[in-house]
């Protein structure tokens, strides 16, 4: 059974993008949301296409979240989430049905935002 116990901020995307491509965001709307998981990690990567002989690398920070939302959310793909003091970008959304095939919750997986 879905119960949100974490309030969060909705800023949905207003449809246009800054210089880099990137979503703006637009009207702001309050939720209450349950935390799945929200996962600091450094991964290690490649600092440039090419293979060099040093192999030379760099840590990148990165986080994902996974929330659930109530049915009526106004969460959508590229909104940006803040929550427990994080700001993220919605990257997909997946509604989750209970046994009798009612709509329950929306499963929504988050990456970092990185216009902060």
Do not use: Y
């Amino acid at each position: 059974m879905f119960n949100p116990t974490v309030s969060c901020v909705i800023e949905t995307a207003s449809g246009r993008t800054n210089v880099h491509g990137e979503p703006l965001p637009g009207a702001t709307v309050p939720e209450r949301v349950s935390v799945v998981k929200i996962e600091i990690k450094s991964k290690q990567t490649p600092v440039s296409g090419t293979t060099t002989a040093s192999h030379g690398s760099a840590f990148e920070l990165d986080e994902d979240a996974l929330l659930l939302f109530s049915p009526t959310t106004r969460a959508s793909i590229n909104d940006i989430v803040k929550v427990a003091g994080l700001t993220l970008r919605v990257v997909s959304k997946s509604p989750q049905f209970d046994l009798n095939g009612r709509l329950d919750h929306h499963e929504v997986r988050l990456n970092v935002w990185s216009a902060q």
